[in-house]
């Protein structure tokens, strides 16, 4: 188990060479384990090619300015790995991510041992890491999740959001999600029967699911 944040960010940053492995079967299978804690978060889930860090730090503004305490997903960081995981535009604390992580660590080995499924990628454990930071140690009157990649087979799409936004649709990430707009479009949008609201910018369009 880990006892200091060096260790703690070695572990999760040894975790890139598994690379990416679309699906939501191991964040299900950990999730499950630890009692569901994403259930307990109130999310917006915002996908799409461009604009989604930008997007969310707009409703982060918006909604901390309306007096909520707001916490915030998002990917890559900027200068400090706990910027990946905030509450109110503060990063996580290294003894809240040391604690979070050694919740998280040993559901990793498990599931790997104890399943089919394989080990989780680094973007899966720093998904589950918030999970646990936001539905057991801080809870927030709103959480805001940045897609990783695509939507429906991302690990971020294990939660039931109020609302869902997609900001645009492009050629990016063809390998992974197709290679026409159609294809990738497809690919961009949660369950629709997690979905409340489901918010397609630029041109605003809105549709009750």
């Given at each position: 188990?880990f006892e200091?944040?060096?260790?703690?960010l070695?572990?999760?940053?040894g975790?890139i060479?598994?690379?990416?492995?679309?699906?939501t079967?191991?964040?299900?299978?950990?999730l499950?384990?630890?009692?569901?804690p994403?259930?307990?978060i109130?999310?917006?889930?915002?996908?799409?090619?461009?604009?989604?860090?930008?997007?969310?730090?707009?409703?982060?503004?918006?909604?901390?300015?309306?007096?909520?305490?707001?916490g915030?997903?998002?990917?890559?960081?900027?200068?400090?790995?706990?910027?990946?995981?905030m509450?109110?535009?503060?990063p996580?604390?290294?003894?809240?991510?040391?604690?979070?992580?050694?919740?998280?660590?040993?559901?990793?080995?498990?599931?790997d041992?104890?399943?089919?499924?394989?080990l989780p990628?680094?973007?899966?454990?720093v998904?589950?890491l918030?999970?646990v930071?936001?539905?057991?140690?801080?809870?927030?009157?709103?959480?805001i999740?940045?897609?990783g990649?695509?939507?429906r087979?991302?690990?971020?799409?294990?939660?039931?959001?109020?609302?869902?936004?997609?900001?645009?649709?492009?050629?990016?990430?063809?390998k992974?999600l197709?290679?026409t707009?159609?294809?990738?479009?497809?690919?961009?949008?949660?369950?629709?029967?997690?979905?409340?609201?489901?918010?397609r910018?630029p041109?605003i369009?809105?549709?009750?699911?």
């Open positions: 188990m200091t944040i060096d260790e703690t070695n572990w999760i940053h975790l060479p598994h690379g990416i492995k679309p699906g079967k191991r964040m299900e299978w950990m499950a384990e630890l009692g569901n994403e259930q307990k109130r999310a917006v889930h915002v996908g799409g090619t461009n604009g989604k860090g930008s997007t969310v730090c707009y409703l982060w503004h918006i909604y901390q300015a309306s007096g909520m305490t707001v915030t997903f998002i990917s890559p960081y900027i200068t400090s790995f706990n910027e990946r995981i509450v109110n535009g503060k996580i604390s290294d003894q809240d991510l040391i604690k979070a992580a050694n919740l998280v660590y040993p559901l990793t080995l498990a599931v041992r104890e399943t089919n499924l394989g990628t680094e973007f899966e454990v998904t589950m918030s999970f930071y936001f539905g057991m140690i801080h809870p927030c009157d709103l959480v999740y940045e897609v990649l695509g939507g087979l991302d690990s971020t799409n294990v939660i039931q959001p109020l609302v869902s936004v997609i900001t645009n649709v492009a050629m990016d990430h063809m992974q197709g290679t707009i159609k294809q990738i479009a497809l690919k961009k949008p949660e369950s629709s029967s997690k979905v409340q609201l489901l918010l910018l041109n369009r809105m549709l009750r699911l």
